[in-house]
């Protein structure tokens, strides 16, 4: 049983939280942890994306992918504790379904993170 953490609320986002699990911790070295008040999605050492309450945020794309998923309604750059990450995405996720578009960015940005 998951529980709350600062930006993040597994009540709201259980459903959504499954359904990426699904598919990320069925690929090679990739571990869940609980960072910077997030769910956090790490290949080895190196994170590739994590979960907030109501987003997903991707953190390792090439510029033209960024600039592709910045381009999608509600899309912003990824804030915490008032600094602004220019190269993470952060994009709403209220359901599963809205996940699956963005798993091929999710798939790239853990290759991105690769040994």
Request: contains cysteine; positive net charge.
């Amino acid at each position: 049983m998951m529980g709350d953490l600062k930006f993040y609320r597994d009540a709201t986002m259980r459903a959504s939280r499954e359904a990426l699990e699904a598919t990320v911790l069925a690929w090679p070295g990739v571990a869940r942890k609980e960072m910077m008040g997030c769910l956090v999605y790490f290949r080895g050492k190196r994170f590739f994306a994590f979960l907030v309450t109501g987003g997903l945020v991707i953190t390792k794309l090439p510029d033209a992918d960024r600039a592709a998923l910045a381009k999608r309604r509600g899309a912003m750059p990824f804030a915490m504790s008032g600094r602004t990450s220019s190269k993470w995405v952060q994009l709403p996720v209220a359901k599963p379904a809205d996940l699956k578009p963005l798993l091929p960015y999710v798939r790239k940005s853990y290759e991105a993170s690769g040994p």
